[in-house]
């Protein structure tokens, strides 16, 4: 009897996630699909901005790529101090990426910002409206510079309808946005983060696993990635439902 009351109790969930499982996931042949690691060393670490539309979708596009480690949404590229969502001012939404340059690099992120949105369209991205979705490439230095200039000429050359309209820009400060923000789609799904076991925010914010899942909650991931979380997610089923540490 108390088989078929937990039963009961996780089929909900387990039809959500056959439902879920018939979703096709969309990913640009442009993007890597190496594997998953929450291991890389925190000092080769490096950091870079980019802006291209609404950072709910922008964190989720750089979430899932492989030598990405952590992903934070948030403001920069305005003069406003401690901007808010509602009052964000002159910034623009924005995505800091921390990632492993020795897996991905600057200019393999850069490939990914140029064929993850448009960067012809003025005031705004697909149906948001607004300075705030511009965008922008913010850079650290000289040399990344010269490629966010090289790389925007090439997407100028390539472009054959309109200006690109994508700045270039030294990166000033990073505001991080609220925490209602950070792993938006990830957290729309209440099922991957029982999984994760329901991990406090600031943990979350953190957790590469919460930026590799935010990807795959938007259908954002490579389709290798895809059958791996499937696999790993009924694994998990059929063990009893211990908690979802990596994929």
Known sequence: MKEATRLTCYLPIIIVLAADLCVGIRFSAQLSEGSITD????QQLQTTVFALGSFW??????????GVVRTTVGYSGGSKTNPEYRSLGDHAESVQI??????????????VFWTSHDSRQVF????????????????????ESRLASVSKEREQTRSKSGIVTTQIQQL????PAEPDHQKFELKRNPFLLQLMGNLPEEE?????????LNGYAAELC???????????????????????REV
Not at 39 to 42: G, I
Not at 57 to 66: K, P
Not at 127 to 135: E, F, I, L, M
Not at 172 to 175: A, E, Q
């Open 39 to 42: 291991t890389a060393n925190q």
């Open 124 to 143: 705004g991205q697909g149906p948001d409206v607004g300075n705030q979705y511009r965008s922008i490439v913010f850079t650290n230095g000289t040399e």
């Open 98 to 111: 921390e990632y492993d340059p020795k897996v991905i690099t600057f200019k393999q992120l850069l490939e």
């Open 57 to 66: 979708r922008s964190e989720a596009v750089f979430g899932c790529l492989d």
């Open 222 to 244: 490579p389709p290798r990635l895809q059958k791996r979380i499937h696999a790993k997610i009924n694994d998990i089923l059929r063990k009893g439902w211990p908690i979802l």
């Open 172 to 175: 000033g400060t990073f505001y």
């Open 204 to 212: 979350l914010e953190k957790s590469s696993l919460a930026a590799k």
